[in-house]
């Protein structure tokens, strides 16, 4: 169900790249299993999260496994944000049925990959001992959101469709966005480097 670029553990050679993603995020990565998609540069975009964090007490559920780790463009949503365009797509949401019907295809997809993400002794234990956590992990939509017609954040959903390349609000966002254009000047990830295209032609790479 799904495939992903990197398996990331504490091997030498995955040194670079998890730097890379803790000068995006600002901290050490957890609980990161993977990369979904790069920019032209090759620093990822998104990164695949486990959908359990392991705690000294037990597990939690992390319901957004598809992570935008790009700043660039966590600024740039964030500005989208900022602009009410989250009321204006659940409007659409509420009102063009093809719309609400893609978006639910894609929240069941994502919850696919997060129950594919589990290990099998996961998924026969947390319906006996964790009920909550399995509830959480199966039930959620994009992001982790409860209401499937509620948008919780355009961050996740872009994540997913640069990941998958099936979220309808992350080709919205995209597309309004120009990403297909956009230069990044963003010096976090390779902080010797000048600005560069965030997508190669084509897209992303996944």
Same mark, same amino acid.
């Given at each position: 169900?799904?495939?992903?670029?990197?398996?990331?553990?504490?091997?030498?050679?995955?040194?670079?790249?998890?730097?890379?993603?803790?000068?995006?995020?600002?901290?050490?990565? #957890?609980?990161?299993?993977?990369? *979904?998609?790069?920019?032209?540069? !090759? $620093?990822? @975009?998104?990164?695949? /999260?486990?959908?359990?964090?392991?705690?000294?007490?037990?597990?939690?559920?992390?319901?957004?496994?598809?992570?935008?780790?790009?700043?660039?463009?966590?600024?740039?949503?964030?500005?989208?944000?900022?602009?009410?365009?989250?009321?204006?797509?659940?409007?659409?949401?509420?009102?063009?049925?093809?719309? #609400?019907?893609?978006?639910?295809? *894609?929240?069941?997809?994502?919850? !696919? $990959?997060? @129950?594919?993400?589990? /290990?099998?002794?996961?998924?026969?234990?947390?319906?006996?001992?964790?009920?909550?956590?399995?509830?959480?992990?199966?039930?959620?939509?994009?992001?982790?959101?409860?209401?499937?017609?509620?948008?919780?954040?355009?961050?996740?959903?872009?994540?997913?469709?640069?990941?998958?390349?099936?979220?309808?609000?992350?080709?919205?966002?995209?597309?309004?966005?120009?990403?297909?254009?956009?230069?990044?000047?963003?010096?976090?990830?390779?902080?010797?480097?000048?600005?560069?295209?965030?997508?190669?032609?084509?897209?992303?790479?996944?």
């Amino acid at each position: 169900m799904l495939a992903l670029d990197e398996i990331l553990g504490d091997s030498e050679s995955d040194a670079p790249l998890l730097e890379i993603i803790s000068r995006q995020l600002g901290k050490p990565p #957890r609980s990161i299993s993977g990369v *979904a998609a790069y920019c032209s540069r !090759n $620093a990822p @975009l998104v990164v695949i /999260t486990r959908p359990l964090i392991k705690k000294i007490k037990g597990v939690e559920p992390f319901p957004t496994i598809f992570w935008l780790s790009c700043p660039y463009l966590v600024k740039e949503v964030g500005r989208l944000e900022s602009t009410g365009l989250i009321e204006e797509i659940e409007f659409l949401v509420s009102n063009v049925p093809i719309l #609400r019907e893609n978006l639910y295809d *894609a929240h069941r997809e994502y919850v !696919n $990959a997060r @129950l594919a993400l589990l /290990t099998e002794e996961e998924r026969n234990l947390l319906p006996r001992e964790f009920p909550g956590i399995w509830r959480v992990l199966v039930s959620t939509g994009v992001g982790g959101v409860k209401d499937w017609n509620r948008v919780k954040c355009l961050h996740a959903h872009l994540a997913q469709f640069l990941a998958t390349g099936k979220n309808p609000i992350g080709y919205i966002v995209s597309h309004l966005m120009g990403l297909d254009t956009m230069v990044c000047t963003s010096s976090a990830c390779f902080p010797e480097r000048r600005p560069a295209a965030v997508l190669e032609p084509g897209g992303a790479r996944i």
